[in-house]
């Protein structure tokens, strides 16, 4: 087995020394015995994994749900190698969109990224899809049918065609044909200044920490250099995390290249393993460096992991406020291991904390101010609840209330993860020493 670890120099991948067992297992059997043996060193609750008897399992996907700690573990998995390392990269093969279900029942593009045909052909972030090929989808999210939704767009192989019936903002409709396809995903959506009362606030919307977010960020901080901003909107509404060294390259950004001998974060493992592993990093110098004093971040339940840990490793150095809702609550990462080049095991091995030693928020990191998700409006749109309450913030005009329907739960579909929109969630990996 192969530990993979993320460098903060070079974001090469790193493989250690440690060697599968050869036997006459299968090599689902023999995974599953190594991932047994790596918790029970490295899990961050190994003293909490129950006594089991590791045969009765046929593969690491079945022994990690039976050794799992569920008060706080949500996050852990395993992982086909080829399909994470796509992932990882940004690779994706499909239609390109992200929806959810908004409060008037009506299933809306909340996301679609610019190398999508959907976006070569005008369709944007507000629009509602009313039927992929004949069949109301409405009905399906109302249901939080995932597999009906699944089915419906088919295999995730380029080629595969849908039609879409859309309908747009200025009230007429759309049908629109299209093949899924293989791309790279965009993670900074949308960036641009908003000439403000206070100044110039620069707006940045990103939704991934994937290894392509390194130059799109300098792209954009470049641009919000030029403009000498005094103040950033940071909307990480549905980024649920990825990888550790961009979270440290975000949050040095921001805070300007005179804290590098400042403590970014700390990594406290496990006692088994603390010793050895407990690390503290600290802010890396930028390009682009902005060295503000204030900081906006726009979140929502989907605002996770490495997201979370800019937020909370900006804290003790500048005035940071939340504006949206209550952030996710995972105050912890993992380190990848691959066996085989067939599977990746990543369990939580380490909480994070600042430097005052802020941690441990599995409820959440709340908000300043909350304020509704506006699926209705693009990224980057004032008139947007989010940003609106986010410029209020900063102009010196917002309430601690906000018109927020706290009994609605939106059903998001993300077309990228077979799953709901926790994509990236678990993808934290730890920087390599």
Same mark, same amino acid.
């Given at each position: ?11 090469? =991948? ?19 015995? !190594?991932?047994?043996? =790596? ?66 029942? #009506? ?39 995932? !597999? ?37 995903? #965009? ?37 919000? !250099?030029?403009? #000498? ?64 004093? #204030? ?27 939340? $504006? ?33 030693? /802020?941690?441990?928020? /599995? ?5 300043? $101010? ?28 917002? @309430?601690?209330? @906000?018109? $927020? ?13 077979? @799953? ?14």
């Amino acid at each position: 087995m192969r530990r993979i670890l993320l460098l903060f120099i070079s974001t090469a =991948l790193i493989f250690g020394s440690c060697k599968p067992k050869e036997d006459e297992k299968t090599l689902e059997e023999s995974a599953r015995d !190594e991932l047994y043996e =790596l918790m029970a060193s490295w899990y961050l609750w190994n003293d909490k994994m129950p006594e089991i008897n590791v045969g009765e399992y046929a593969n690491p996907y079945e022994l990690l749900e039976a050794v799992r700690y569920t008060q706080y573990d949500r996050w852990s998995f395993v992982a086909d190698y080829d399909e994470f390392m796509a992932e990882m990269s940004g690779s994706f093969v499909g239609h390109g969109f992200r929806a959810a279900l908004d409060p008037d029942n #009506n299933v809306r593009v909340i996301t679609v990224y610019s190398g999508s045909d959907m976006y070569a052909k005008g369709v944007r972030r507000g629009w509602i899809i009313k039927q992929i090929n004949g069949t109301d989808l409405a009905p399906i999210f109302i249901a939080n049918d995932y !597999e009906a939704y699944s089915a419906l767009l088919g295999d995730a192989s380029a080629g595969v065609t849908n039609t879409f019936l859309f309908g747009k903002p200025d009230g007429t409709e759309m049908t629109l044909t299209t093949a899924k396809a293989s791309f790279t995903v #965009n993670t900074v959506l949308d960036y641009d200044t908003l000439h403000l009362s206070t100044g110039i606030t620069g707006y940045l919307a990103f939704d991934a920490f994937l290894s392509v977010s390194s130059s799109e960020l300098e792209s954009a901080f470049s641009f919000f !250099e030029t403009w #000498n901003v005094n103040n950033i909107i940071v909307d990480l509404r549905y980024n649920g995390g990825g990888y550790l060294d961009v979270a440290q390259l975000l949050s040095s950004y921001i805070i300007g290249n005179a804290y590098t001998s400042q403590t970014w974060i700390k990594m406290c493992y496990n006692s088994t393993i603390a010793t050895a592993e407990n690390q503290t990093f600290g802010f890396t110098t930028t390009s682009h460096p902005l060295y503000l004093t #204030n900081a906006v971040f726009i979140t929502t339940d989907n605002t996770a992991s490495a997201s979370e840990v800019v937020i909370s490793s900006l804290k003790p150095y500048i005035d940071v406020k939340l $504006v949206g809702s209550t952030t996710h609550g995972k105050p912890t990462g993992m380190d990848l291991f691959q066996y085989q080049y067939k599977f990746v095991f990543a369990p939580v091995t380490f909480e994070y904390k600042n430097s005052q030693d /802020y941690g441990a928020f /599995y409820d959440g990191i709340p908000v300043d $101010v909350e304020a509704a998700d506006d699926y209705t409006r693009d990224f980057g749109d004032r008139k947007e609840s989010s940003i609106a309450a986010a410029i209020a913030l900063i102009e010196g005009t917002a @309430s601690s209330k @906000s018109a $927020v329907d706290k009994s609605f739960i939106p059903v998001m579909f993300d077309e990228k993860s077979g @799953s709901h929109s926790d994509f990236f969630i678990n993808n934290l990996s730890k920087p390599g020493k």
